[in-house]
């Protein structure tokens, strides 16, 4: 079992920064693809970012690109998602989630990040 706790979000104006933590607990999580989904308001949950256990490759929603990094340390369980130039289109629940191995199994219950204009 694995369970997952987020935690940096808040209120950002338009244009400024924040960086979400995803911390793990469980033996295996070098061993799990990472990812980051939010959920804004009336609106289904979309993929943001992935980065992968094998090699940590990273893989990004078009609308990320270049704004959001994606990361994990292995030895401290943790992954994050370090958020640049936001947007209020970006205000959503942010939630991290855990790849063993083919379906995202395990979810934490999200940090919401709200963006004011």
């Known amino acids: 079992q694995v369970q997952l706790v987020e935690s940096g979000g808040g209120l950002v104006q338009a244009g400024g920064s924040l960086r979400l933590s995803c911390a793990a607990s469980?033996?295996?999580?070098?061993?799990?693809?990472m990812g980051w989904f939010r959920q804004a308001p009336g609106k289904e949950r979309e993929f943001v970012a992935i980065?992968?256990?094998?090699?940590?490759?990273?893989y990004y929603a078009d609308s990320m690109k270049g704004r959001f990094t994606i990361s994990r340390n292995n030895a401290k369980n943790t992954v994050y998602l370090q958020m640049n130039s936001l947007k209020p289109e970006d205000t959503a629940v942010y939630y991290c989630?855990?790849?063993?191995?083919?379906?995202?199994?395990?979810w934490g219950k999200g940090t919401l990040v709200t963006v004011s204009s």
């Open positions: 989630a855990a790849r063993p191995a083919g379906s995202w199994d395990y």
């Open positions: 469980g033996r295996s999580f070098s061993r799990y693809d």
């Open positions: 980065i992968t256990w094998t090699d940590s490759n990273t």
